[in-house]
Nanobody, 119 residues
């Protein structure tokens, strides 16, 4: 069955760094675009960063540009999110997403990992 398992979340002080990982199984990882989303309490889920299936195309929310980096290792079926210069407003549950639109739409979510930025 399809699984997306996030790890690497935790409590970090402002200005600190974390690296999230999302291990995928049960589908052909290299054919899917991968993304990280986040949802803070009382807010809608928002796109943080995305990466194409070959890793050559990336996109970021304006709020994280220059601080976060998304990457993937298709040999390990894993996508990463390196988060630097963390701010309290980055506090949220971070979700991994896999999506493919051809030949038919497929969309999968992980269970989420909590990131808390606080002193």
């Amino acid at each position: 069955q399809v699984q997306l398992v996030e790890s690497g979340g935790g409590l970090v002080q402002p200005g600190g760094s974390l690296r999230l990982s999302c291990a995928a199984s049960g589908f052909t990882f290299s054919t899917y675009a991968m993304s990280w989303y986040r949802q803070a309490p009382g807010k809608e889920r928002e796109l943080v960063a995305g990466i194409g299936s070959f890793g050559s195309n990336t996109n970021y929310a304006d709020s994280v540009k220059g601080r976060f980096t998304i990457s993937r290792d298709n040999a390990k079926n894993t996508v990463y999110l390196q988060m630097n210069s963390l701010k309290p407003e980055d506090t949220a549950v971070y979700y991994c997403n896999a999506q493919r639109t051809v030949p038919i739409l497929r969309n999968y979510w992980g269970q989420g990992t909590q990131v808390t930025v606080s002193s």
